[in-house]
């Protein structure tokens, strides 16, 4: 009797062991579709049944035979009639290697085939109640045939111990599957939030430059010949809206188009650019910008987005600052050109100095937190390091690392 139940824990542990690794694949497998799936359960179903005949002894022991239905029941229960039906022939040939009358099971087994297809729409209490019942009535039966009178009660406290140990891991089985549909539930709420939310920051990163344009337009006099020199910046506002769109459309395929270029003549363009926003905010802007051609391997539009971000997030950090103050120096380090940007702003906290390069990670009322990241990744893509270094209320410097383009001679 203590050998039987033993075997029956063994049965227990290599019927429930692929059952289990099914859930924890479900629940840490990414992009799996419901086909993959099925088809993965099916093959723990299996694997069940494989690890039931490889290692366990069921020879001239019926009862042990009753475990076997386990793996038949979860097939039925999940819709798998395919897997159902193969399991079933299974069983029935295990059955006909004791040397029983075959009939009896091909008919028992039909019986929970028939049970399975009146009660496919129904609950799944329904079709499990009735097959337990069923296999207990045919089990009673065989045990009547087959079975020493003398040991009928054990075997029938065995019997009563599978459908006690049916219904049990069929519950925990189903309290699993709702925890992970609960879990996969979270998963997607969390992304259509970000979805959403992504959505209204990139709306609000695509109005500035717009807003740009507007205010260039409604000043815009095409009597006055001065004016012509806003067409340029309009353009260059329009670009920025392209540059975003294409960046909002592949998050993480930025496409970076390099040639060859002066790094200083960027400079001295983003200083141009720059120039009217600084005055406007009474902003004293130093700036040391080298005369001599250094050229590096680079996209102009992209680092030129860079360097604006960097220098308009130094102006947000200068409002309501006295005596403002933005220093713009280069040195180059080797075969590098840094650029250092720095302020004596209200700083960056520790805690958000750490997440500042996160995506959608923003301290700023109406930021996208799009910014830092892009341009982090921008100048990964150009080989070279985007570094902030801060404290809160006594300014911040950012350093911007660029290997050096050599030309041959």
């Known amino acids: 009797m203590v050998n039987v139940f033993q075997q029956i824990l063994l049965s227990i542990i290599l019927l429930v062991f692929p059952l289990i690794f099914n859930l924890f694949y479900y629940t840490y497998s990414n992009n799996i579709n419901r086909e993959q799936s099925k088809a993965f ?8 049944i494989y690890l039931l005949l490889t290692f366990n002894n069921f020879s001239n022991n019926f009862t042990i035979t009753l ?3 386990m793996p038949l029941i979860f097939a039925y229960l999940k819709k798998r009639t395919y897997v159902g039906v193969i399991i079933s022939i299974i069983i029935v040939y295990i059955c006909y290697n004791l040397d029983m009358n075959i009939f009896i099971f091909i008919f028992e087994y039909l019986i929970y085939f028939i049970i399975y297809i009146l009660t496919y729409k129904k609950r799944e209490s329904t079709f499990l109640n009735l ?3 069923t296999k207990s009535i045919f089990s009673i039966v065989i045990y009547l045939i ?3 009178k003398f040991i009928l009660t054990d075997s029938l406290l065995m019997l009563l111990t599978f459908i006690i140990i049916t219904y049990i891991i069929v519950y925990m089985y189903n309290k699993g599957e709702d925890i992970i549909k609960l879990h996969m539930s979270i998963k997607e709420l969390e992304t259509e939030k970000q979805f959403r939310d992504s959505l209204f920051k990139i709306t609000h990163e695509i109005k500035n430059p717009i807003a740009v344009c507007k205010s260039y337009l409604d000043m815009f006099d095409i009597n006055n010949k001065e004016h012509i020199k806003y067409i340029n910046i309009l353009k260059e506002e329009n670009e920025k809206i392209l540059l975003l769109l294409q960046d909002f459309s592949s998050m993480n395929k930025i496409k970076i188009q390099k040639e060859i270029l002066d790094i200083n003549m960027l400079l001295e363009d983003v200083v141009d650019q720059l120039s009217s926003l600084l005055k406007d905010k009474k902003i004293k802007f130093n700036y040391d910008i080298s005369l001599d051609e250094i050229f590096i391997e680079g996209d102009y539009n992209r680092l030129n987005q860079v360097l604006i971000n960097m220098i308009k997030n130094a102006v947000e950090a200068l409002e309501n600052i006295k005596n403002p103050q933005i220093n713009l120096e280069c ?6 050109f840094i650029i250092y940007i720095v302020d004596n702003g209200c700083g960056i906290k520790e805690n958000d100095l750490e997440k500042i390069k996160e995506p959608f990670y923003t301290t700023k009322k109406n930021g996208t937190g799009l910014g830092v990241s892009l341009s ?7 080989n070279g390091t985007l570094e902030y270094f801060s404290k809160e209320h006594k300014g911040t410097k950012v350093v911007i690392t660029l290997p050096i383009y050599e030309l041959l001679d």
Not at 376 to 382: A, F, R, Y
């Open 41 to 48: 359960f099916d093959f723990a179903l299996l694997s069940s």
């Open 67 to 69: 475990l076997f239905n």
């Open 131 to 133: 097959f337990l019942l």
């Open 146 to 148: 087959y079975i020493d």
């Open 331 to 336: 040195k180059i380090d080797n075969t590098n």
């Open 376 to 382: 982090c990744e921008i100048i990964e893509s150009h």
